[in-house]
């Protein structure tokens, strides 16, 4: 089977053709020269993968047919939101990176009282905005297709403490990482729990963490404040060490890899 994946949102994929992304045109045919025949694999970004063999091959479009398809069986069981404090320059690049890779399934930007954005940075502006949440998205698919996933995470738009709290998102685990808390650790919260969670919501600071009074905040929404331990982390290490402990009690990380499943014959394309 092919070793090169690409993604491919589904409103391109129709009556078994598959039309590829114009930054993925000049991939295959300029950097991986792949030519018409050879056959690549291709995800949607909801689950399902195809095997795609390319036919129409031309500078700006390049064109596949799909010889089989079939809905994987990889991807976490735990939903986890990473709501993250926006840090200086590109640091949160990274943190959606590795992110994805642990298997975060949504991400929330938050404009926190320290976070660098706003006026100072000029990303107040609607375009600088969107360019922001654009980029992110595509660092979210390359490291989805990277780390062999077969959904793409969800970046949210950026949002204030006061507008998050408005409507939070429903997790049966709500933790706030928080460098003040010195009673309870994570480990505490997560041993108590008397029942395996299906989802968890995890805030962490910028650099600076939270104010007192945005960690009142939150503590008064129900999300548990707690401590890793005596060092304190950096912004872009502290959210993927926890999802990744998440992961380990109580997602994916212990978990056999099972082969893909559920194969549909060509054609079968709905």
């Given at each position: 089977m092919s070793k090169h994946r690409f993604f491919v949102s589904p409103g391109r994929i129709n009556e078994g053709k598959v039309s590829f992304h114009r930054p993925d045109?000049?991939?295959?045919?300029?950097?991986?020269?792949?030519?018409?025949?050879?056959?690549?694999?291709?995800?949607?970004?909801?689950?399902?993968?195809?095997?795609?063999?390319?036919?129409?091959?031309?500078?700006?479009?390049?064109?596949?047919?799909?010889?089989?398809?079939?809905?994987?069986?990889?991807?976490?069981?735990?939903?986890?939101?990473?709501?993250?404090?926006?840090?200086?320059?590109?640091?949160?690049?990274?943190?959606?990176?590795?992110?994805?890779?642990?298997?975060?399934?949504?991400i929330i930007p938050l404009n926190s009282e320290r976070s660098q954005w706003g006026t100072a940075t000029k990303h107040s502006q609607d375009a600088k905005v969107y360019q922001r949440l654009e980029r992110w998205s595509r660092i979210g698919i390359e490291a989805a297709k990277q780390s062999c996933r077969t959904t793409v995470p969800l970046i949210r738009p950026v949002v204030t403490v006061g507008e998050f709290l408005e409507q939070p998102p429903a997790a049966d685990l709500k933790i706030l990482l928080w460098e003040e808390?010195?009673?309870?650790?994570?480990?505490?919260?997560?041993?108590?729990?008397?029942?395996?969670?299906?989802?968890?919501?995890?805030?962490?600071?910028?650099?600076?963490?939270?104010?007192?009074?945005?960690?009142?905040?939150?503590?008064?929404?129900?999300?548990?404040?707690?401590?890793?331990?005596?060092?304190?982390?950096?912004?872009?290490?502290?959210?993927?060490?926890?999802?990744?402990?998440?992961?380990?009690?109580?997602g994916d990380y212990s978990q056999v890899i099972k082969p893909a499943s559920q194969h549909f014959p060509e054609g079968s394309i709905s």
């Amino acid at each position: 089977m092919s070793k090169h994946r690409f993604f491919v949102s589904p409103g391109r994929i129709n009556e078994g053709k598959v039309s590829f992304h114009r930054p993925d045109v000049w991939h295959i045919t300029k950097v991986l020269r792949l030519s018409k025949g050879q056959q690549v694999i291709v995800f949607d970004g909801t689950g399902r993968e195809y095997r795609v063999e390319l036919q129409t091959m031309t500078r700006k479009d390049v064109f596949g047919k799909v010889r089989e398809q079939w809905k994987h069986a990889q991807e976490p069981s735990l939903r986890l939101t990473l709501v993250q404090g926006i840090p200086k320059a590109n640091k949160l690049d990274l943190i959606v990176q590795k992110a994805t890779e642990v298997g975060v399934t949504d991400i929330i930007p938050l404009n926190s009282e320290r976070s660098q954005w706003g006026t100072a940075t000029k990303h107040s502006q609607d375009a600088k905005v969107y360019q922001r949440l654009e980029r992110w998205s595509r660092i979210g698919i390359e490291a989805a297709k990277q780390s062999c996933r077969t959904t793409v995470p969800l970046i949210r738009p950026v949002v204030t403490v006061g507008e998050f709290l408005e409507q939070p998102p429903a997790a049966d685990l709500k933790i706030l990482l928080w460098e003040e808390e010195h009673s309870t650790s994570l480990k505490q919260i997560v041993r108590a729990l008397s029942t395996p969670i299906q989802s968890a919501t995890v805030i962490i600071g910028p650099e600076g963490g939270f104010t007192p009074e945005e960690a009142q905040q939150f503590q008064q929404s129900g999300y548990h404040s707690v401590s890793l331990g005596q060092r304190i982390l950096r912004t872009e290490t502290a959210g993927i060490v926890v999802l990744g402990i998440l992961q380990y009690e109580f997602g994916d990380y212990s978990q056999v890899i099972k082969p893909a499943s559920q194969h549909f014959p060509e054609g079968s394309i709905s």
